[in-house]
């Protein structure tokens, strides 16, 4: 009988503080309602777009479209589209179900510098999704509606008017006042589930295919005495995942420069942890206690030194080491020729490259797998004359972990990270005012 108590008390001890094993935490997830302490983020609510808008190309989406009746019919420039809630779910069972091509699903992955992670994915189709419409009624007011309850029909919701504006928004009281509760299934313990999540919907540009919407729920763990606060775009922990502990805390938010994204490191107390990401099935927060100390790692957060590397340059045989540029400022710039930010990006680029002293700054850009042909015709076209790698297998991507491009990463001359993801002309006044000081 006492072992059989001891037991029970380990389990709850298990429960409440997460489960230790070779210095891995596991910390359940906790679900609340509301906004989190982090800036409050769009989620992925989706127009679906007509064929006309891929021209001569072929629309790698179409086949995963949902079928739905009931959109009022007295509305005008009515759209229909979907919120999703698990990207990473919905592409895996898509493409398992033929409605995804490999070509498409391979693609994905080299964008989003994804694995999926299949042991805790689903080939059963999960209802990751809940359909809506948008279109003028017969005054010109923008409406909406949402099929709540997940049937494929607009004829049991009630629609409503879009509020045009989310600036001056008192998110508790929209919260309260406005909230629509969707449902959508979910993996957990390899069993199908349903859930409800409160949704705010705030503006949208038919023309471009997308309407502004906020899951009002996030997710915390804890760890002993300290709150951690999980960070994703979507509600069920995607790829995306980086956390701040309540330490973070300033005026009630997180500034987003201290949080820890995945593999990256978290100081909590006096320890130093690993983000290790999401354990999706469990619903558990995956940490590892750190024996070193903060200044003995390399990562990718602002203040701490960056993992090196050493690549040979495009069009060059000389090899390009980031420990070799020590004594300068130095932009890593991570990018892709099918990257339309990225592209509108490079005049600006070009205005600071051209002006700034080379002795005392240098951008290396990192592209993605290109043909060198292509690259070459592409750098010409756009007068690209910094530094290039061609990442052909993503290693250096993954290292810094990047989960979209453009990314950049700005180092000091002492080769610290200082800033990342500066772009247009905040980056020109950083450059600028940096370079200027160093030549005082």
């Known amino acids: ?243 701040a502990s309540s330490q973070s805390l300033t005026g009630g938010k997180i500034d987003f420069d201290k949080v820890a994204f995945k593999n990256e490191y978290l100081e909590i107390g006096n320890e130093l942890y690993k983000n290790l990401g999401v354990n999706r099935n469990k619903d558990v927060l995956l940490l590892e206690k750190m024996d070193l100390s903060k200044n003995q790692i390399s990562s990718t957060q602002i203040g701490d030194r960056p993992f090196n590397f050493s690549e040979k340059q495009f069009q060059k045989q000389n090899m390009i080491s980031l420990d070799s540029l020590k004594g300068k400022y130095v932009l890593l710039e991570f990018w892709d020729t099918w990257c339309g930010p990225c592209i509108k990006e490079i005049p600006n680029l070009k205005t600071i490259y051209n002006k700034t002293d080379k002795s005392k700054f240098e951008i290396i850009g990192i592209v993605g797998k290109n043909e060198i042909t292509v690259l070459e015709k592409f750098a010409n076209k756009h007068g690209i004359t910094w530094p290039q790698i061609i990442d052909y297998s993503n290693k250096i991507k993954e290292k810094y972990g990047v989960r979209g491009i453009p990314a950049t990463f700005l180092i000091n001359p002492e080769g610290i990270i200082i800033a990342k993801n500066l772009r247009g002309k905040e980056l020109e006044t950083k450059i600028d005012s940096l370079i200027n000081k160093a030549s005082r």
């Open 1 to 243: 009988m006492r072992i059989k108590t001891a037991l029970l008390l380990s389990i709850c001890l298990c429960i409440m503080t997460g489960c230790k094993k070779d210095n891995i935490l596991e910390l359940p997830i906790t679900y609340h309602k509301g906004f989190s302490p982090f800036e409050a983020s769009t989620s992925g609510a989706s127009l679906y777009m007509d064929d006309k808008y891929f021209k001569d190309k072929v629309n790698p989406w179409k086949k995963t479209y949902l079928k739905v009746s009931g959109v009022p019919q007295n509305w005008t420039n009515a759209k229909v589209g979907h919120i999703q809630s698990d990207m990473e779910q919905y592409v895996y069972q898509n493409y398992y179900l033929g409605d995804i091509s490999k070509e498409w699903y391979d693609r994905l992955q080299d964008m989003w510098n994804w694995h999926p992670d299949t042991l805790n994915l689903s080939k059963e189709p999960i209802e990751t999704r809940v359909a809506f419409a948008v279109g003028n009624d017969s005054i010109g007011n923008t409406m909406v509606v949402i099929d709540e309850n997940n049937n494929y029909d607009f004829s049991d919701d009630k629609p409503f008017e879009l509020v045009q504006s989310d600036s001056e928004l008192d998110w508790d009281s929209w919260l309260n006042n406005e909230a629509i509760y969707v449902t959508f299934e979910r993996l957990l313990n390899d069993k199908k589930i349903q859930v409800e999540v409160p949704l705010l919907f705030s503006s949208a540009n038919m023309d471009q295919y997308y309407i502004n919407c906020y899951f009002a729920q996030y997710r915390t763990a804890k760890l002993e005495n300290h709150m951690i606060y999980i960070y994703s775009r979507n509600i069920f922990p995607f790829r995306e995942i980086g956390i």
